[in-house]
């Protein structure tokens, strides 16, 4: 079974502080995404990475950026987090067909006040 | 650029009573389409695909979807719903294009309530 994994299921960060969020997955697959979930909003891309050190942005990348160092790892990074980055964050996994499904982690739930 | 409409943001139904949960897509291309859920405090599942072939695709747990070209929609029945199907449901779309990516647009998605 493909698994994806995510760092934390909740967190609670301050206003101003760096947020690291990382993502694994362990069936070699080339893709990975950063979505966030909010309630009547659906999930947004905000960044995908289709190959280790590549990286594209989604549709709302303002605020985030990302790294993708090893093919297995994905984190995405909230540079100085404000209240309106609280959000659940889910990263996805699939492989570089464009036929193929998406994997999905358990969610990070962030709270930021 | 593709998108995708889920008109109804919740539907409630009673326990062994059908349901029908909306889709509609917009896109230029060929298309793949699928359906996810969302059980609480759960990341998302595939529930089932479209690529090619049969327009009617089905689930292992019962729920089945019909692809219309015509209609660009993709709507997902079940003839008897559970208690154990509440949950979020999630209409998406891939443009299908080869290259890096792969990525799939998402609708905003239909709470699906079963009721005793």
């Known amino acids: 079974d493909v698994k994806v994994t995510q760092s934390s299921r909740y967190l609670v960060k301050r206003t101003g502080e760096k947020v690291f969020l990382e993502c694994v997955q362990d069936?070699?697959?080339?893709?990975m995404f950063w979505y966030r979930q909010d309630p009547g909003l659906g999930l947004r891309l905000i960044y995908f990475?289709?190959?280790?050190?590549?990286?594209e942005k989604g549709d709302i990348p303002e605020g985030y950026s990302v790294s993708r160092e090893k093919k297995e790892r994905f984190s995405l990074i909230l540079e100085s987090a404000s209240t309106n980055q609280t959000s659940m964050y889910l990263c996805?996994?699939?492989?570089?067909?464009?036929?193929?499904?998406?994997?999905f982690g358990p969610g990070t739930r962030l709270t930021v006040t | 650029a593709q998108s995708v409409t889920q008109l109804d943001s919740q539907v409630p139904v009673f326990e062994e009573a059908p349901v029908e949960l909306r889709c509609n897509y917009s896109?230029?291309?060929?298309?793949?389409l699928f359906w996810y859920v969302q059980y609480p405090n759960q990341g998302l599942q595939l529930l089932l695909k479209?690529?090619?072939?049969?327009?009617l695709v089905e689930s292992i747990n019962g729920f089945e979807a019909e692809f219309n070209k015509s209609q660009t929609s993709f709507h997902l029945r079940k003839p008897s719903v559970h208690i154990s199907d509440t949950a979020e449901y999630f209409c998406?779309?891939?443009?299908?294009?080869?290259?890096?990516?792969?990525?799939?647009?998402f609708g905003t998605g239909t709470q699906l309530k079963v009721e005793l």
């Open positions: 996805a996994s699939s492989l570089g067909t464009p036929s193929y499904e998406q994997y």
């Open positions: 069936m070699d697959h080339e893709n």
């Open positions: 990475s289709y190959d280790v050190k590549m990286k």
């Open positions: 896109s230029s291309v060929s298309v793949y």
């Open positions: 479209y690529l090619s072939g049969s327009t």
């Open positions: 998406a779309v891939s443009e299908g294009l080869t290259g890096g990516g792969n990525k799939l647009t």
